[in-house]
């Protein structure tokens, strides 16, 4: 079965260092990766997705960026966090098909900036 | 622009009611729509939905799809308290690209 991973559960780190946030999946290949934000009370963002290693497709700007240095891995990166970077941060995966477009979430990182 | 508008944006019941949660969309190439429930951390997958009419069921929930009006119910019956959550409802566009909704948050008091 698929499984998919996050980590850091938890992240309290001060505005301007650098973030770096990691999603593996499990079970499955050449799946879609997604980066999801999701500030307090409000819908999920889409930030990033990807369809195969080194193709990242960004869905808005910001101070953020996302790499796939593997078939399994996103990373979700940041050279100086600001205060509005603070919320949880879901990865996701999905694989194409008729019955198979759902997206799957990982359990999402909490990401407070001081 | 697409759009996904979920009503209510919450709502507070007792145990044992019914609810039913609204999703209204307007997306350029539809593909599906989805439901998820939040709870404390990540939304689990509850429906996938690409046909009118089609009544999906997983025990209390259920949840149908109308593209010629747009929009698509989520019913709970027999609320428990344990289907407090926020639940979301997205649209996959053709690209498969999610447009995600706001939320319902539903509260069931005992």
């Known amino acids: 079965s698929q499984t998919i991973h996050q980590w850091p559960a938890t992240l309290v780190q001060p505005v301007g260092s650098p973030l770096s946030l990691e999603c593996t999946v499990e079970g499955t290949s050449n799946p879609n990766l997604y980066w999801y934000r999701q500030a307090a009370g409000r819908g999920l963002q889409l930030l990033f997705y990807?369809?195969?290693?080194?193709?990242i497709s960004s869905e808005v700007p910001q101070n953020l960026s996302a790499s796939r240095p593997q078939d399994r891995q996103f990373i979700l990166s940041s050279k100086k966090l600001l205060l509005s970077d603070s919320g949880f941060y879901l990865c996701?995966?999905?694989?194409?098909?008729?019955?198979?477009?759902?997206?799957?979430f990982g359990p999402g990182t909490r990401l407070t900036v001081l | 622009e697409d759009k996904v508008v979920q009503s209510p944006l919450s709502l507070v019941v007792h145990e044992g009611d019914t609810v039913t949660l609204n999703c209204s969309y307007e997306?350029?190439?539809?593909?599906?729509l989805l439901w998820y429930k939040q709870e404390k951390k990540a939304p689990t997958f509850l429906f996938m939905l690409t046909s009118s009419g089609i009544e999906k069921k997983s025990g209390r929930l259920s949840s149908i799809l109308d593209k010629k009006e747009l929009f698509s119910i989520l019913n709970i019956t027999a609320t428990q308290t344990g289907d407090s959550a926020v639940y979301l409802c997205a649209v996959m566009d053709s690209n498969y690209q999610l447009i995600w909704g706001a939320g319902t948050k539903l509260i069931i008091k005992p």
């Open positions: 990807s369809v195969g290693i080194g193709q």
């Open positions: 996701a995966w999905s694989v194409l098909g008729d019955f198979l477009d759902t997206q799957y």
């Open positions: 997306v350029t190439n539809f593909r599906s």
